[in-house]
């Protein structure tokens, strides 16, 4: 996704607005397509896996273009997304471990 930056006279860059109408196209893209998971009804896994998937592209394409991350160096990307990232990997695992302790007391204590 590398764009030309110009140049402007107070010595910073800046994006082309050709960039940002095609980024909040894709954001009304995205949230129509959500919207329309309601509208046909889908049910269970397909309906929260379809918005699920809807949700983070339209988080991934904000990080990337309206927070500039797709142009910060590496580093400073890993250090603000790898930690979210941690927890909810943990998060998961603790939900895991829930699970077997909840069906464990239900085996043993009821």
Do not use: C, N
Not at 42 to 68: D, E, T
Not at 82 to 101: D, I, K, N
């Amino acid at each position: 996704m590398e764009q030309e930056l110009k140049k402007v006279d107070s010595g910073h860059q800046e994006h082309p607005i050709k960039l940002y109408l095609f980024v909040w196209g894709l954001l009304f893209v995205l949230s129509t397509l959500s919207y329309l998971v309601d509208y046909f009804q889908f049910q269970g896994l397909w309906r929260w896996g379809l918005i699920i998937a809807f949700m983070l592209m339209k988080a991934g394409l904000i990080v990337a273009v309206f927070m500039h991350m797709a142009w910060e160096r590496l580093a400073l990307v890993y250090a603000i997304l790898l930690p979210p990232l941690a927890l909810l990997v943990l998060v998961g695992l603790m939900a895991l471990e829930g699970g077997h302790t909840f069906g464990t007391r239900m085996l043993f204590f009821h």
